[in-house]
């Protein structure tokens, strides 16, 4: 019979303290980097914001990690991870509480069609027109959704997805009071409220002059009181994947590299445009809702800059995970709502449609007293 002597034993504990320790000195590292990653200049600390994106799934790696630290009765770690999971906790948790549902509160959906090749096939009107019957909102912000306005401002020839619900459901949408030319805009916002005008407005263009990024404005009255609507579609990373390349080498630095510079370059320009839309923002003077796929989690810098001064829907009144994208397995928050103080915010939720790779945001709104 062989029995461990005590020397055996007290390497065998060292060695998995040791491991215990190098493995919760990563998670802390992770989290901090993650944490901080939206205080940062995209340019400089882009790779920040990937690691960023994981927070939520960081925050709970942390609180499995001070429950292995607090058995391991290391008190003095155990008193980092207490200060990092009450910031966790700060950055998840709202201590504004929500308004209890009534009759008469707003209703406001955003989604993101995108679908593909799917874009005009009439099963998906269908199934918007059926999503928005059941939800019924005031105000649908679309993006990825395309309506031509006419110079008359009030003409306007939607895609087919949309045509129901301006037919059938008593949505109206109109264009800029004042057009030399037919434009089009792939962020339309449909209403059954007092439209008092929409103004698409381009951010960006590329080197050829065409508009690469766009907010539409919509001013309307609800009960007696006029206020802004701004509809976003912040910059994506592009259709490239890496998991979908047919030429990807998971072991060549240059293959990540171009992928890498590809989130950077999305980081940069994400940047520029939450820039320009603060400053259209800051010179409002009506309250406020921001609504859209701004493609960006709350912890990243783009978010960031737009919810200054704003409530964020989801994080006062949410029910569930909140995540939208991808809809086969939702990870990530990146379709939000923000609202401005006058906005009493009642319920925020995620609803389900098979036809597009978001899932839409709906949340019910009322004035604050």
Not at 295 to 305: G, I, L, Q, V, W
């Amino acid at each position: 019979m062989t029995v461990n002597s005590p020397g055996k034993r007290g390497g065998k504990r060292r060695f998995f303290q040791t491991v215990l320790l190098l493995l919760d000195g990563g998670v802390l590292a992770l989290f901090v980097i993650g944490y901080l990653g939206r205080y940062g200049t995209p340019r400089f600390t882009w790779w920040a914001e990937l690691i960023a994106t994981a927070l939520p799934f960081l925050s709970l790696g942390l609180l499995g990690a001070t429950v292995l630290v607090g058995c391991a009765r290391r008190w003095k770690l155990l008193a980092v991870h207490g200060v990092l999971v009450l910031l966790a906790a700060a950055r998840f948790v709202s201590f504004e509480r929500p308004a209890p549902p009534g009759p008469d509160d707003l209703t406001l959906l955003t989604f993101n069609t995108s679908s593909g090749t799917r874009a005009t096939y009439f099963p998906e009107g269908w199934s918007i027109t059926a999503l928005m019957r059941a939800e019924a909102p005031d105000l649908a912000a679309f993006q990825e959704t395309y309506v031509e306005y006419h110079p008359t401002g009030q003409a306007v020839r939607p895609e087919l997805r949309l045509l129901g619900l301006i037919d059938s459901l008593g949505y109206q949408t109109i264009g800029p009071r004042s057009l030399q030319e037919a434009i089009y805009t792939p962020q339309p916002v449909l209403a059954r409220v007092e439209l008092i005008e929409q103004t698409p407005m381009v951010l960006e263009r590329d080197v050829e002059g065409k508009a690469i990024s766009r907010v539409v404005r919509t001013h309307f009255r609800w009960q007696g009181r006029e206020a802004v609507h701004y509809n976003l579609h912040l910059n994506g990373f592009g259709s490239k994947k890496p998991w979908k390349d047919e030429r990807r080498d998971f072991f060549s630095p240059e293959f990540w590299w171009t992928y890498l510079r590809q989130y950077r370059d999305a980081y940069v320009r994400r940047a520029r445009e939450s820039e320009k839309i603060r400053a259209l923002l800051d010179q409002e003077h009506l309250p406020l809702i921001v609504s859209g796929d701004f493609n960006s989690t709350p912890h990243n810098s783009a978010f960031y800059r737009l919810v200054d001064g704003l409530q964020d829907a989801f994080k006062v009144a949410g029910r569930g995970w909140g995540a939208t994208y991808h809809v086969r397995l939702p990870v990530a928050r990146i379709d939000h709502v923000l609202v401005s103080p006058e906005w009493q915010i009642v319920s925020a939720r995620v609803s389900e449609t098979p036809y597009s790779d978001h899932r839409p945001l709906v949340v019910r709104l009322r004035w604050r007293e």
